[in-house]
């Protein structure tokens, strides 16, 4: 057992288990559900494998990396105290800046005592005798507990294509997502970057600003939008304070948790000419308020989306100088099929001498040489490759994780064609288990997403404990009426259309995995109010005895 056995169960005065609950990763959700759980009585440990609390903001170090929501609602809202006390310093924080804030939590809530770091869970069984969770460890320590929480976060297992002469690359190759916390000295390299999704597309133009050369693979062009990053003075943080819970208010109304309010128009109700001049603006203000505050049909009605591509298309063709490469960057599918990133600067590092675009899209990367990359028909030179491929997302750190449930089921086996939840919060035949971010949540602004997940699952803990019951767990019905949901929710919008072009959200970004709808489509506000019904209904899609 570990050096945390000497905290007892407070809540359920169980003794037979070490913590009431586990909780499975270090990031957002993670400390969020310690200070929920805490705050109801109940003990928790909370198990990461890295060496530092951060979850995400913990792997992903590379240059650019920067949250593409607004600071001010990527944080936490639970406690007025820690929202007074900390200004972010700019619209989008970087990496270390988001890397800062958590550990403020973490050491402002004296959190780190019910911490292990540099753990690798190994499993996680339920063990239908005691009813309890018994977590493995590498090392062969088992620790037991009630429930368990799961913060395994959307974006942590990273996906690498599988080139296979990498061992064979004479030069140095990265992943974003596991990048060294040293750095990398891109100076006078010939560096060629791997994926033009959020990650690459924040990446590349900081690397050109001292590589000798960098070239861009890209396999599908994105819709970038402008950020518009600026710093945040007093002035800017008297105004976001002057009304804080206003802005959350905002947030938990909103379709993607956003602190926007809509257009209250649609393209069809204005001439061309105002058309343009409103996206004119919008792009001006940038990030995703271009979406939601300039007309509100653009994720439902394909002629107005077509419009704006249009629109974004003119914008990529008037920034980037080089017409052929202007081209290339232009996406010819529909804007939100696929998660659009915020660039700063991106199309405009095209016009630099020293970065160029490559095509892969008919012609894919095939392997490593020993000197760079190739394809079928053409090789090119490169001193570092830099692996920006993205995430076998949502899904995958699950699937890593060997949960097993009632009855010997692995969950591996269970989701084998997909998840199965009911409200993304807990799927049957595995009583306890809480999935604090996981599938079939809404698409959106994910430390919003979070909390109200968790504060779900705080209610339901709390309502188990109140009613003198040990055990909830998913209605297999539900679970059915709730997985069946999602593709008929998805078809309603335009991210349908993320069937072909490789999108993360319904895991057609990875090879061989199965492609489903792996995100609850119907809009965060009508999660979150799903999420309260059900709670104030007393779990009806849940067995509780
Ligand atoms: P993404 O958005 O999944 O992007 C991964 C990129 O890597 C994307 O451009 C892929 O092209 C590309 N990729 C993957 N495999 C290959 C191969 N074999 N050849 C060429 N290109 C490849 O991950 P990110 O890390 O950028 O962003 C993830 C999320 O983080 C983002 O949506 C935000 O929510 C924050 P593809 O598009 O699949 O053709």
Known sequence: MSDHSDVRT???????????????????AGIRTLYELRERGLTALVIEAASDIGGTWFWNRYPGARTDSEAWVYAYCFSKDLMNEWNWSERYPSQPEVERYLRLVVDKFDMRKDMMLNTHIESAVFDEGSETWVVSIEGGAQIRSRFIVTGLGHLSKPYRPPFPSLESFRGEWYQTSRYPSEGVDFTG???????????????TPLVAETAAHVTVFQRTPNWVLPARNHPLDDAAWREIRADYDGIWQKVFSQNF????????????????????????????IGHFQFLFETFDDILTDETTNELVCDFLRSKIRETVKDPATAEILCPKYPLLAKRPPLGHFYYEAFNR?????????????????????????AEYEADIIVFATGFDAVTGAYLT????????????????????????????????LFLASGPHQPFANIPAVIDRSVRWI???ITQLLE?????????????DKWTDLMPELLARTIFAK???????????????????VMAYHGGANNYFAALDDEAEAGFPGFIRR
């Open 10 to 28: 407070a809540a359920t005065s169980d003794t037979a288990v070490d913590f009431d609950a586990i909780i499975v990763g270090a990031g957002f």
């Open 189 to 203: 390299k010939r560096v060629a970057v791997i994926g033009t999704g959020a990650t690459g597309v924040q990446l």
């Open 257 to 284: 948790a956003l602190p926007y309010g809509s257009a209250h128009r649609v393209a069809a109700d204005v001439s061309a000419q105002e058309q343009q001049a409103i996206l004119e603006h919008g792009y001006e």
């Open 353 to 377: 001498d020293n970065v160029s675009l490559v095509d892969v899209s008919d012609n894919p990367l095939v392997d490593v040489t020993e000197g760079g990359l190739r394809t079928a028909d």
């Open 401 to 432: 994780l060997d949960i097993v449930g009632r009855d010997g089921v692995h969950l591996h086996d269970k989701w084998k064609d997909g998840p199965r939840t009911n409200l993304g919060e807990m799927v049957d035949g595995f009583p306890n």
């Open 458 to 460: 705080g209610r339901a």
């Open 467 to 479: 009613d003198k019951q040990t055990i909830i767990e998913a209605d297999v019905d539900a679970v």
């Open 498 to 516: 993320g069937m072909g072009v490789h999108a993360w959200h319904l895991g057609s970004n990875i090879p061989g995995k199965p492609v489903v």
